[in-house]
């Protein structure tokens, strides 16, 4: 059974710094392209960075700059390091492995961004 578990969502100020993790289990991690999406109230779901299996990357043009998307196989976890956050950064942050047209998704992480 695969399980992706999103954590390290929170509140905080605007201008502050947050880093989320995502643990997956029951899947050859390594595989898999890493994503972060995020839905803010009101809005579509929308893609924030992804990282490939070799760890190639790509950012939506609303963080570059200021998030970080990062793996660590060993550990079968991704990450996503959030700088100088604004508040139209607040939303809920998932967390989505890809491998061909399988996908597996979190169930997210609240971040909320204060101003």
């Known amino acids: 059974q695969v399980q992706l578990v999103e954590s390290g969502g929170g509140l905080v100020q605007s201008g502050g710094s947050l880093r989320l993790s995502c643990a997956a289990s029951?899947?050859?991690?390594?595989?898999?392209?890493m994503s972060w999406y995020r839905q803010a109230p009101g809005k579509e779901r929308e893609l924030v960075a992804v990282i490939g299996s070799v760890a190639s990357t790509h950012y939506a043009d609303s963080v570059k700059g200021r998030f970080t998307i990062s793996r660590d196989n060993a550990k079968n976890t991704v990450y996503l390091q959030m700088n100088s956050l604004k508040p139209e950064d607040t939303a809920v942050y998932y967390c989505?492995?890809?491998?061909?047209?399988?996908?597996?998704w979190g169930q997210g992480t609240q971040v909320t961004v204060s101003s």
């Open positions: 029951g899947l050859r991690f390594s595989l898999y392209a």
């Open positions: 989505k492995a890809a491998l061909s047209t399988t996908d597996y």
